[in-house]
């Protein structure tokens, strides 16, 4: 029997890795839903959206790495939390600006929340603004 925790470090895994939506599915209902308070993730509402997003990232970060420092799970609340730091460079194409060069480490936690054994929703807390700047991008 799969647990909410497996399901969740099989769904950070794949997200993290910028697998997109195609990979992500799974372990996620179909409407599951987005939020964050950044102003870079501003229009996105929906998982997929979001995964997609991720996935987009490893084109302009092609380094892209997390390493987790905490995976928490909260059965009572139907939740996991998973803290980690994600860190890479500005060598491929794609964002606000050619490529810079600059490298980041970003503190992030993801909170997802469960119905049943999959993913219905997932709150990102992460301090956009420190991000951007450390890749020239603000």
């Given at each position: ?28 209902h ?25 996935k ?38 794609g ?44």
């Open positions: 029997m799969t647990t909410i925790r497996d399901t969740a470090l099989a769904f950070f895994h794949a997200c993290e890795t910028g697998k997109g939506w195609e990979a992500c599915a799974a372990f996620c179909p409407g599951a839903t987005f939020s964050a308070q950044a102003g870079a993730l501003d229009s996105v509402r929906t998982l997929q959206a979001y995964t997609d997003w991720m987009g990232m490893m084109t302009v970060l092609p380094d892209g790495q997390y390493e987790v420092k905490s995976f928490a799970v909260d059965e009572e609340r139907r939740n996991v939390a998973a803290y980690g730091v994600f860190r890479g460079t500005h060598t491929g194409e964002g606000p600006v050619p490529p810079t060069g600059n490298s980041f480490a970003a503190d992030y936690v993801y909170v997802m929340q469960f119905d049943g054994d999959k993913i219905a929703h997932m709150t990102k807390i992460w301090n956009d603004a420190i991000s951007l700047q450390q890749l020239g991008w603000a």
